[in-house]
């Protein structure tokens, strides 16, 4: 189940070059360079259609900011939506001799913590089962970042949302560290709320879906979904897409959605 379960966490959740890895059979470079990819990476996709040019950001003097995470919590929390709560009790910390994806100064979000616990999960699962060391499968989990570099995050997810809904295309839902205030550009102002913010380490919904040119079935105008069972017809590719404008488009409606979708963090209040 926990195996299953992670791999939807990169096979399902498709996004171009730059972000997060898709699922790879060899789990050495599953939980080494592909998490690093997800963690590390520091410049978040453009949308395909024109950018927004000269953005202005407003963002509140005092933000909130989280406290330690209660992983536990929320592995408890996740599974139990899954139908699966024992899996909550596969250890998720670093094997001893694990060593750490999460450079200092990397540049991420709030779920890079729940994806690397499910990533310990199934790392320390498959090298039980296998009899191997664990330390090669897992990753110290990467904690929480600088102020600087969590309003980084922030800023840039805005941004590329900003860069979304000028386009058309449904929002990157990833959790935000604290609020990133408004975006005006072009003569639209963009709310938080609007750009995806859902609360602190909340995301605001499921991730939409990225068709590339490599989905498509050659000879045809159809496309393949990754992590879905069908096809879809008169899409552009290059896009992203929500599944219910995927459904819309051809697939097979009524599909469970997979997609790796945190809830809330035990938070602090800080000024």
């Keep these: 189940m926990i195996q299953a379960m992670y791999n939807q966490r990169f096979e399902v959740l498709e996004r171009p070059p730059g972000q997060t890895a898709a699922g790879s059979a060899n789990f050495a470079e599953l939980f080494g360079d592909a998490t690093k990819t997800a963690a590390q990476g520091t410049a978040l996709p453009a949308a395909s259609a024109a950018s927004v040019s000269d953005p202005v950001s407003t963002v509140p003097a005092a933000q909130t900011s989280l406290g330690d995470p209660d992983v536990q919590g929320w592995l408890n929390s996740h599974y139990a939506e899954q139908g699966a709560p024992s899996d909550a009790n596969i250890s998720y910390q670093p094997a001893t001799g694990a060593g750490n994806n999460y450079a200092a100064g990397a540049v991420y979000g709030p779920d890079a913590i729940y994806a690397q616990a499910l990533a310990n999960q199934d790392g320390n699962s498959f ?24 309003q980084e995050f922030d800023q840039r997810l805005a941004l590329e949302n900003a860069n979304r ?23 639209q102002t963009y709310t938080a709320q609007e750009l995806g913010y859902a609360g602190p380490g909340q995301s605001s919904g499921p991730e939409p879906i990225y068709i590339s040119q490599a989905n498509q079935i050659q000879g045809t105008d159809t496309f393949s979904v990754g992590g879905y069972t069908g096809t879809v017809t008169g899409i552009q590719p290059g896009r992203y897409y929500t599944l219910q404008q995927l459904e819309q488009a051809g697939l097979k409606a009524g599909q469970p959605d997979g997609q790796f979708q945190p809830g809330s963090w035990t938070t602090t209040q800080n000024a």
């Design 165 to 187: 809904l000028a386009s058309g295309q449904p929002i990157d839902t990833t959790a935000y560290w604290s609020d990133p205030g408004s975006i005006a550009t072009g003569g």
């Design 127 to 150: 090298a039980s089962s296998m009899g191997d060391n664990a330390a090669e499968f897992t990753s110290q989990l990467p904690g929480i970042p600088s102020r600087q570099v969590q």
